[in-house]
């Protein structure tokens, strides 16, 4: 991992600065990605704005920056990037601080802001040897993601192509999915959820892998697949079917024909059943069969209590007596087969027999 601390003037950080949807934001005569296109659009407030060129014009210094060096030999900013944009915007006349633009300024007030310096550590080295160490320092102002920092380390035209995908409010992915992912698409959760279900958790190495490759139309093709099957087979939307986890259930039960007027039908009735305190597992366990997804609900401890004292400490199973704290309550008739977390339903076994019961 190599690190270098460079100054960098403002005049050859405004050099060829650009501001478009179709190339981002760059500058530095072209060689800097300050935003790449679609990455996230927030922008400071103008306070935050003029704070950072009252800085410059008084030649106080600003916080250091991050750049990542790219293999092709360009940059990438990791951190400081509304910082740059605030000078470049004010160079360039976008906004006026203490009523004047940047035109308006006398010559030598021009030269002072930009012959200031900037201090820019650039970063190189291995994917992975920058991945840690993005990770390990200590950015200052707006806290860079996770996905943020590996979309820096496996920068190039996979990353860009994804972005415009899953990575801009009112993109493909946010119109299309935004009902079923939690998160942000502009803090990279559109992209990182996607990516994690496609390569099974591997985020980094379904990244390294695609890098370099022209676009990213298998992401965005498996993403469309996972969405048109959940509407498919759960045509009914309810509110807890955002943020399930719908890639892995894809992978696992797409070659599976689902009636879905059944599975609607077991849906409402579980929905409706006070026992079942996790509604949004009721999505897996209807295609899974596994109660743990429910968090059926726990007997409460004056039905233990209650049950203790009829069975008068002797466990329902091997007929031994046990103390309370030794024991543990289980249904009667089993929640499955209609049995309800009630006083008359509770039977207390002690935990040997309650755990052998559980594993059959």
């Known amino acids: 991992m190599k690190i270098e601390l460079k100054e960098v003037t403002v005049r050859e950080l405004t050099n060829d600065y650009q501001d478009n949807e179709e190339n981002g934001v760059i500058g530095y005569s072209g060689k800097l990605d300050i935003r790449p296109p679609y990455q996230r659009e927030f922008i400071y407030k103008d306070a935050q704005r003029d704070a950072v060129i009252d800085t410059v014009t008084k030649d106080f210094p600003l916080n250091v920056m991050y750049w990542a060096v790219r293999d092709d030999g360009n940059f990438e900013v990791i951190d400081g ?3 740059t944009i605030s000078i470049c915007q004010f160079v360039h006349g976008d906004f006026t601080f203490n009523s004047r633009y940047f035109h308006n300024l006398q010559q030598d007030e021009k030269e002072q802001i930009l012959n200031y310096k900037l201090m820019v550590y650039f970063c190189s080295g291995t994917d992975s040897e920058k991945l840690e160490w993005f990770k390990t320092i200590n950015i200052a102002g707006e ?3 996770p996905q943020e920092l ?3 380390v496996y920068s190039g ?5 994804a972005k415009r995908y899953f990575s801009k409010n009112g993109c493909p992915a946010y119109g299309i999915g935004s009902d079923y992912l939690s998160g ?3 803090r990279q959760d559109y992209l990182e959820t996607t990516i994690k279900w496609i390569n099974n958790g591997e985020i980094e190495a379904y990244m390294a892998k695609h890098q370099n490759e022209p676009n990213a139309n298998e992401l965005w093709l498996y993403f469309q697949s996972v969405i048109n099957w959940v509407q498919a087979v759960f045509p009914n939307y309810r509110k807890e079917m955002k943020g399930i986890e719908w890639g892995e259930l894809y992978n696992q039960y797409k070659s599976q024909n689902f009636d879905s007027k059944k599975l609607e039908e077991e849906i409402k009735s579980l ?3 006070d026992d079942v305190t996790k509604k949004k597992g009721i999505y897996w366990y209807v295609l899974t069969g596994k109660e743990k997804y429910l968090n059926i609900r726990s007997f409460t401890d004056n039905q233990k209590r209650e049950a203790y004292e009829r069975q008068n400490g002797i466990c329902a199973v091997c007929k031994e007596h046990f103390e309370l704290a030794e024991m543990e309550a289980d249904h009667i008739t089993p929640w499955h087969e209609g049995g309800k977390t009630s006083a008359e339903n509770c039977q207390m076994l002690c935990r040997e027999d309650n755990r052998r019961k559980s594993g059959k």
């Open 81 to 83: 990037q509304q910082r």
């Open 143 to 145: 806290e860079l993601t």
């Open 150 to 152: 590996r979309n820096a």
């Open 157 to 161: 035209s996979w990353v860009t192509d």
């Open 184 to 186: 942000s698409a502009i």
């Open 271 to 273: 929905m409706i059943d």
